[in-house]
């Protein structure tokens, strides 16, 4: 060992310098020299002291930081989102300036994570930057979206195609009229269009209307075939009446000529054997079944007022095909809208398998309760809107063109609630006010560039995007802008993946904290991102909205300390480090921090001190207690092993801009036989009489129980001595052996 100078034994007198060591007695030298046998052997295991080592786990870094957005400045040894660890540093901040400041770093925390958040607690901005030399420079990033897609922000929005008006009462007939032919004088009477019945006492008819001109209404039940399977004519109308039954038999698909419609009245129903396919329009009021694929290809029309039930799939292809929806309309399997094709739901739609929108100039919009196993968009369009609900049993999938068209649009106060959501490469979600996303379980972003992402409105009331989990999906490590919130959108999650930034070995990357210049996700003007239980935000649910009611409990911040423990030299082979126990705080934006005695193990009397200014009283006294004897309480707990709580504020201090708690000179003096001795903070490779320590993420230690050696406490304590580079030793107490609070 070089010199004693650490761990001082001084006679003083008052005003002198307590910061050295000067020896007055044999004796005293003596124990000093056997509490630095004892410490190699018992603490260390027989290594030697790493000759960088000072016992301190608090790393001081010089952080300088350029500032975006206005609000309250607070850094972390680990990312806040999902999490609750103890502050590094406070105070606040305003858009456009630079801050200067040190922090106490907990040895190997080599990244540092800082936010920017509200009086609320949300976060507005954030940074995650690397902090492995003594001085930093970083930036939080500053790019905004300047291709923000087209969103109309109406209730409700409206696509650009024209759906079809819905039937008129008028359109539906409640009984045969007049003058009608049996169904069988068809072909007596086309040459004009005529009215032709099949009643309850017509027996099975096949039909073959090829001339057209005819209107057939159908009451009592059937099973029809068409004796020529081609193309329904032009200037036909099945009008099937109240009360009818009428079954589609056969391997035909009912595929028609244009103007040539069907008409199903309340109480009414029909069934298809296969499908429907090209020009069919219906309109309908009763009950449909479809065995086979349903589909109003080329320019049919599909008006659904009362229910249909798809056995298979549910297709929309061409230009002129469209689907409406304002009853219950049931799908076996999947729903397809590609090429341009339009569907608009107005009332409820249940499709168990996937619904699939697949192109550039289609139109999918839902007005009402629309319930999907997955729901995929690809391609893009500008009509895909949602203006009430979506409920996806499973995952909600995005990947579109890279181009501002392409967009999934929610109206003001509309929702949708998905278990998962997979948002793949380009695409926007453009929500409008008090809209709700609902993820229940993993959203995964990989959005790939900084315009696309999840958008807010421009102003008024936000946006809540909210999910359980949101995750990184990225295959490329080093992506930068895997996820990008805009506007005016709250944001929020039980946990999402901690923030970082790509490039991080150029020199550009490195001028702005060694990680990169560009983030994995971005916070825009506007948008802010919270935890699911603290968001105070309240959005009130509605048919058309699952709503959003946060927690609202804020979070209790917990401040980063650093705990000075001393031995007090009473004995040579005593290594608890639990004679005196104080802790200091991060400091507050003016530097001052506030000093708490938390444990004195020791009977001698003691005095704290911050270099030469004392703190508070001798440190029994501090506690009610009598140095030189033991306190029993009622369960039979000494001084030496209870804990007072809270913990007895003593002082404060003031830790200068360019230093950090981890630089103080807390020190105590100890009086004995008319002998005061001073133990101060170590030079590197001394053997120590004091050990600095970072608290845990929630700032706290564990110190030894009294007569337990920290090395047995700690157990990689004497590991860290021999090498000042392992990390981690005092987050892993031997549960039993140290004082839990």
Same mark, same amino acid.
């Given at each position: 060992?070089?010199?004693?100078?650490?761990?001082?034994?001084?006679?003083?007198?008052?005003?002198?310098?307590?910061?050295?060591? &000067?020896?007055?007695?044999?004796?005293?030298?003596?124990?000093?020299?056997?509490?630095?046998?004892?410490?190699?052997?018992? *603490?260390?295991?027989?290594?030697?002291?790493?000759?960088?080592?000072?016992?301190?786990?608090? @790393?001081?870094?010089?952080?300088?930081?350029?500032?975006?957005?206005?609000?309250?400045?607070?850094?972390?040894?680990?990312?806040?989102?999902?999490?609750?660890?103890?502050?590094?540093?406070?105070?606040?901040?305003?858009?456009?300036?630079?801050?200067?400041?040190?922090?106490?770093?907990?040895?190997?925390?080599?990244?540092?994570?800082?936010?920017?958040?509200?009086?609320?607690?949300?976060?507005?901005?954030?940074? !995650?930057?690397?902090?492995?030399?003594?001085?930093? %420079?970083?930036?939080?990033?500053?790019?905004?979206?300047?291709?923000?897609?087209?969103?109309?922000?109406?209730?409700?929005?409206?696509?650009?195609?024209?759906?079809?008006?819905?039937?008129?009462?008028?359109?539906?007939?409640?009984?045969?009229?007049?003058?009608?032919?049996?169904?069988?004088?068809?072909?007596?009477?086309?040459?004009? #269009?005529?009215?032709?019945?099949?009643?309850?006492?017509?027996?099975?008819?096949?039909?073959?209307?090829?001339?057209?001109?005819?209107?057939?209404?159908?009451?009592?039940?059937?099973?029809?075939?068409?004796?020529?399977?081609?193309?329904?004519?032009?200037?036909?109308?099945?009008?099937?009446?109240?009360?009818?039954?009428?079954?589609?038999?056969?391997?035909?698909?009912?595929?028609?000529?244009?103007?040539?419609?069907?008409?199903?009245?309340?109480?009414?129903?029909?069934?298809?054997?296969?499908?429907?396919?090209?020009?069919?329009?219906?309109?309908?009021?009763?009950?449909?079944?479809?065995?086979?694929?349903? $589909?109003?290809?080329?320019?049919?029309?599909?008006?659904?007022?009362?229910?249909?039930?798809?056995?298979?799939?549910?297709?929309?292809?061409?230009?002129?095909?469209?689907?409406?929806?304002?009853?219950?309309?049931? *799908?076996?399997?999947?729903? +397809?809208?590609? $090429?341009?094709?339009?569907?608009?739901?107005?009332?409820?739609?249940?499709?168990?398998?996937?619904?699939?929108?697949?192109?550039?100039?289609?139109?999918?919009?839902?007005?009402?309760?629309?319930?999907?196993?997955?729901?995929?968009?690809?391609?893009?369009?500008?009509?895909? #809107?949602?203006?009430?609900?979506? +409920?996806?049993?499973?995952?909600?999938?995005?990947?579109?063109?890279?181009?501002?068209?392409?967009?999934?649009?929610?109206?003001?106060?509309?929702? @949708?609630?998905?278990?998962?959501?997979?948002?793949?490469?380009?695409?926007?979600?453009?929500?409008?006010?008090?809209?709700?996303?609902?993820?229940?379980?993993?959203?995964?972003?990989?959005?790939?560039?900084?315009?696309? $992402? #999840?958008?807010?409105?421009?102003?008024?009331?936000?946006?809540?995007?909210?999910?359980?989990?949101?995750?990184?999906?990225?295959?490329?490590?080093?992506?930068?802008?895997?996820?990008?919130?805009?506007?005016?959108?709250?944001?929020?999650?039980?946990?999402?993946?901690?923030?970082?930034?790509?490039?991080?070995?150029?020199?550009?990357?490195?001028?702005?904290?060694?990680?990169?210049?560009?983030?994995?996700?971005?916070?825009?003007?506007?948008?802010?991102? @919270?935890?699911?239980?603290? !968001?105070? %935000?309240?959005?009130?649910?509605?048919?058309?909205?699952?709503?959003?009611?946060? $927690?609202?409990?804020?979070?209790?911040?917990?401040?980063?300390?650093?705990?000075?423990?001393?031995?007090?030299?009473?004995?040579?082979?005593?290594?608890?480090?639990?004679?005196?126990?104080?802790?200091?705080?991060?400091?507050?934006?003016?530097?001052?921090?506030?000093?708490?005695?938390?444990?004195?193990?020791?009977?001698?009397?003691?005095?704290?001190?911050?270099?030469?200014?004392?703190?508070?009283?001798?440190? &029994? +006294?501090?506690?009610?207690?009598?140095?030189?004897?033991?306190?029993?309480?009622?369960?039979?707990?000494?001084?030496?092993?209870?804990?007072?709580?809270?913990?007895?504020?003593?002082?404060?201090?003031?830790?200068?801009?360019?230093?950090?708690?981890?630089?103080?000179?807390?020190?105590?003096?100890?009086?004995?036989?008319? @002998?005061?001795?001073?133990? +101060?903070?170590?030079?590197?490779?001394? %053997?120590?009489?004091?050990?600095?320590?970072?608290?845990?993420?929630?700032?706290?230690?564990?110190?030894?129980?009294?007569?337990?050696?920290?090395?047995?406490?700690?157990?990689?304590?004497?590991?860290?001595?021999?090498?000042?580079?392992?990390?981690?030793?005092?987050?892993?107490?031997?549960?039993?052996?140290?004082?839990?609070?």
């Amino acid at each position: 060992m070089k010199n004693m100078s650490l761990a001082v034994l001084a006679v003083l007198a008052a005003g002198c310098n307590h910061d050295a060591w &000067h020896q007055t007695f044999d004796q005293t030298a003596q124990s000093a020299k056997e509490y630095e046998a004892n410490f190699k052997n018992v *603490v260390m295991g027989g290594q030697s002291i790493d000759e960088n080592q000072t016992w301190n786990t608090g @790393v001081t870094t010089q952080v300088s930081l350029h500032i975006a957005k206005t609000g309250t400045l607070k850094v972390y040894a680990q990312d806040p989102v999902g999490s609750n660890p103890a502050v590094l540093y406070s105070s606040p901040v305003s858009a456009g300036e630079t801050r200067a400041f040190a922090v106490a770093r907990p040895q190997g925390a080599e990244t540092l994570y800082a936010v920017v958040a509200d009086s609320r607690g949300y976060i507005l901005d954030n940074i !995650a930057f690397r902090a492995t030399d003594e001085k930093v %420079t970083a930036a939080f990033y500053t790019g905004e979206s300047s291709q923000a897609p087209a969103f109309h922000g109406r209730r409700a929005i409206a696509p650009a195609f024209d759906f079809a008006d819905a039937p008129l009462d008028e359109d539906f007939a409640e009984a045969i009229p007049a003058g009608a032919y049996p169904a069988d004088q068809y072909y007596a009477h086309n040459s004009t #269009i005529s009215n032709y019945y099949l009643d309850e006492k017509t027996e099975n008819v096949a039909l073959n209307p090829w001339v057209g001109k005819a209107y057939y209404y159908v009451t009592g039940k059937h099973n029809l075939t068409f004796s020529n399977p081609g193309d329904g004519s032009v200037g036909v109308r099945y009008y099937i009446l109240p009360g009818a039954d009428v079954h589609f038999v056969g391997t035909y698909n009912y595929n028609c000529a244009s103007n040539h419609a069907m008409y199903v009245s309340a109480g009414a129903k029909v069934t298809f054997d296969q499908g429907m396919t090209a020009n069919v329009h219906i309109y309908n009021r009763g009950e449909i079944v479809v065995k086979g694929v349903t $589909g109003p290809y080329a320019n049919g029309l599909i008006f659904n007022e009362g229910t249909i039930t798809s056995e298979k799939n549910l297709s929309v292809f061409n230009s002129g095909s469209q689907v409406v929806n304002a009853g219950t309309w049931n *799908v076996a399997k999947g729903v +397809t809208v590609e $090429g341009s094709g339009h569907m608009l739901n107005l009332g409820t739609m249940n499709v168990a398998d996937t619904t699939l929108v697949n192109s550039n100039n289609c139109t999918w919009v839902n007005d009402g309760q629309y319930f999907t196993g997955y729901y995929v968009y690809h391609a893009g369009s500008t009509d895909v #809107i949602n203006n009430c609900k979506l +409920t996806v049993h499973e995952t909600f999938y995005i990947n579109l063109g890279d181009t501002d068209r392409n967009s999934f649009q929610m109206d003001g106060g509309s929702g @949708v609630v998905t278990k998962n959501f997979h948002f793949d490469g380009p695409g926007f979600i453009v929500m409008g006010s008090n809209s709700v996303f609902e993820v229940q379980q993993t959203a995964t972003m990989n959005i790939t560039k900084d315009v696309y $992402g #999840i958008y807010g409105p421009k102003e008024g009331d936000p946006a809540v995007f909210t999910a359980k989990e949101i995750v990184n999906g990225a295959k490329d490590a080093n992506q930068c802008f895997v996820a990008n919130y805009f506007q005016q959108l709250v944001v929020a999650t039980d946990k999402h993946f901690a923030q970082g930034y790509s490039d991080g070995t150029s020199d550009a990357a490195k001028a702005n904290g060694g990680i990169g210049s560009q983030p994995y996700y971005h916070i825009g003007s506007g948008a802010c991102l @919270v935890e699911n239980g603290v !968001a105070d %935000t309240k959005i009130e649910a509605t048919q058309c909205n699952p709503g959003f009611n946060g $927690g609202g409990k804020k979070k209790e911040e917990v401040s980063q300390y650093i705990y000075f423990a001393f031995e007090d030299l009473g004995m040579s082979d005593d290594f608890d480090f639990n004679d005196v126990v104080v802790r200091v705080a991060a400091p507050d934006a003016s530097g001052k921090a506030k000093v708490e005695l938390c444990a004195v193990g020791g009977t001698l009397e003691a005095y704290v001190y911050n270099g030469d200014d004392l703190l508070g009283d001798e440190v &029994h +006294t501090e506690f009610g207690w009598n140095y030189g004897t033991y306190v029993v309480d009622d369960k039979g707990n000494t001084n030496k092993d209870k804990i007072v709580t809270p913990f007895k504020e003593i002082g404060e201090v003031t830790v200068a801009a360019d230093a950090s708690v981890a630089d103080l000179n807390i020190n105590i003096h100890v009086r004995q036989n008319g @002998v005061e001795r001073v133990i +101060t903070r170590p030079a590197a490779g001394e %053997t120590p009489f004091r050990i600095a320590v970072t608290g845990d993420d929630e700032g706290k230690w564990f110190w030894a129980k009294e007569r337990v050696n920290i090395s047995e406490a700690h157990t990689a304590f004497g590991e860290w001595g021999a090498n000042v580079n392992v990390t981690g030793w005092h987050l892993n107490p031997v549960v039993e052996k140290v004082v839990n609070w």
